[in-house]
């Protein structure tokens, strides 16, 4: 059964860095996407940042220039560096990958359980 697993939320004060990670587990074949989304309160949820298994990579306009995605492919994990955060980037973020594990014949997509991040002074 495939999981993924998110660490690195918290409380951090304006103008602070966080770093989000994420590693995939299970009876894995490949992994094309993986990348970061997140809801805050009352909002639907939107990406803030993806990456392919070849390196192409999209961000959000509003977090271009201030977070970095990268991904480890060997040990099927995607990192979030976020710097320079503010109170708008307060939500939950969730983990997401686009995957073929055993017993499927497609790729699939997964969803880590979210971890909080919170910009407040």
């Not at 492919?73 to 686009?98: E, F, G, I, W």
């Not at 017993?103 to 979210?114: E, M, T, V």
Request: hydrophobic fraction near 30%; glycine fraction near 12%; aromatic fraction near 10%.
């Amino acid at each position: 059964q495939v999981q993924l697993v998110e660490s690195g939320g918290g409380l951090v004060q304006p103008g602070g860095s966080l770093r989000l990670s994420c590693t995939a587990s299970g009876t894995i074949f490949d992994i094309n996407v993986m990348g970061w989304y997140r809801q805050a309160p009352g909002k639907r949820r939107g990406m803030v940042a993806i990456i392919t298994n070849n390196g192409t990579i999209n961000y959000a306009d509003s977090v271009k220039g201030r977070f970095t995605i990268s991904r480890e492919n060997r040990k099927r994990t995607v990192h979030l560096q976020m710097n320079s955060l503010n109170p708008d980037d307060t939500a939950a973020y969730y983990c997401n990958a686009n995957l073929w594990s055993r017993g499927s014949r497609n790729y699939d997509d997964y969803w880590g359980q979210g971890t909080q991040v919170t910009v407040s002074s």
